[in-house]
């Protein structure tokens, strides 16, 4: 990208742990390297993004080359957003008048619950905590 190094956001499952990609969406970078990209397998539990680690600095190219069906889509602009679709391929999923954020919010709501564990209501606000401590280790 450009010559120069840049980097993103990805959850340990993403940047450790070999998950493939499940979830991604573009937001405002916070330093000039960081293009902005936020990426998750999709897996994450509410309580995961509760964790202080939960998200870690992946440089751009190491991603792309461990997930080349994300290159197509690195161009979008920020408040763009995709889910990997049931026949592995990506689908937009952001709104123009949702945030990133939102969308994660969204998508962690959407996500099937086993009965009796935790309320939906819940689960959205642990989600709305966990999205705010995120932007705020990262602006610290």
Known sequence: MDGKEVFALASRPVAEG???IGYMFREEGRTERDSGWRFLSGNESPLYFMEPDCMTEVRMDDL?????DIAAFLKAPVGTGYRRNG???FEAEVREDESAGG????????????????SSGLLLLLAAVAVLYIIFRILK
């Open 64 to 68: 792309i080359k461990a997930n080349p």
């Open 103 to 118: 969308q994660l919010m969204k998508v962690l709501a959407d996500r099937p619950m086993r009965k009796g564990i935790v």
């Open 18 to 20: 070999g998950e493939p």
């Open 87 to 89: 026949k592995g391929g």
